[in-house]
């Protein structure tokens, strides 16, 4: 089992829907979670953190957390094709000690 | 200080040949990663330092792989005997240990291909 699973994509959205990206970790002792987005050949880039159950809105971005559940989702509402790109879940490992990576799923918002 | 510098951008080398790769991290971080990213995958963690410590080393990293970073400031990646599956982009990232939970930033990345 991967420390950190995203699920698969591509994923393609119309313009203007809701996305949904989702990804479990197998650390059950973690507390940070973070979605990073990457556009193709450019480094991640952080869009959001999460470290409480629950949700946590930024704009039209939405976290949320179920550590019971090893989970870990985005939603990004009202999609546009600026979104298209891939998104990666990490999860921080050891106390602070390392960001671990899923696969990333690559999200294409079609207008 | 506007962020993760990492210079080169690309290297292209013969199999065999050795490369080093330079990382300046954002001056008031003492954390200083690198990972190894493939196409269609998230970033591999390679090793990270805390000042001029190396505090850890991914298993999947071979004895041909070494990182230094002498004055905990800027860090070097050096790749020995180049391999074609060595070909990836490596990221830098930087982090103070007391905002790492607040996840790190990554440079611009040194795309490497090995012909």
């Known amino acids: 089992q991967k420390e950190v699973e995203q699920n698969s994509g591509p994923l393609s959205v119309p313009e203007g829907a809701i996305a949904s990206l989702n990804c479990t970790y197998s650390?059950?002792?973690?507390?940070?979670f973070f979605w990073y987005r990457q556009y193709s050949g450019k480094s991640p880039e952080l869009i959001m953190s999460?470290?409480?159950?629950g949700d946590k809105e930024d704009g039209r971005f939405t976290a949320q957390l179920n550590k019971a559940s090893q989970y870990v989702s985005l939603l990004i509402r009202d999609s546009q094709p600026s979104d298209s790109a891939t998104y990666l879940c990490a999860v921080l490992y050891n106390q602070g000690g390392k960001l671990i990576f899923g696969q990333g799923t690559e999200l294409s918002v079609k207008p | 200080d506007t962020g993760v510098s990492q210079d080169p951008r690309h290297k292209i080398t013969k199999r065999g040949q050795n490369v080093t790769f330079r990382c300046d991290p954002i001056s008031e971080h003492n954390r200083l990663y690198w990972y190894r990213q493939t196409l269609g995958q998230g970033p591999e963690f390679l090793t990270y330092?805390?000042?001029?410590?190396?505090?850890?080393k991914s298993r999947l990293l071979s004895d041909r792989f070494s990182a230094e970073r002498p004055k905990g400031s800027f860090s070097t990646l050096e790749i020995q005997r180049t391999e074609q599956g060595d070909s990836a982009m490596y990221l830098c990232?930087?982090?103070?240990?007391?905002?790492?939970?607040?996840?790190?930033?990554f440079g611009s990345g040194t795309r490497l291909t090995v012909v």
């Open positions: 999460i470290y409480s159950n």
């Open positions: 650390d059950r002792g973690s507390q940070s």
């Open positions: 330092f805390q000042n001029e410590a190396q505090l850890e």
């Open positions: 990232a930087s982090s103070y240990d007391g905002t790492v939970v607040s996840g790190y930033t």
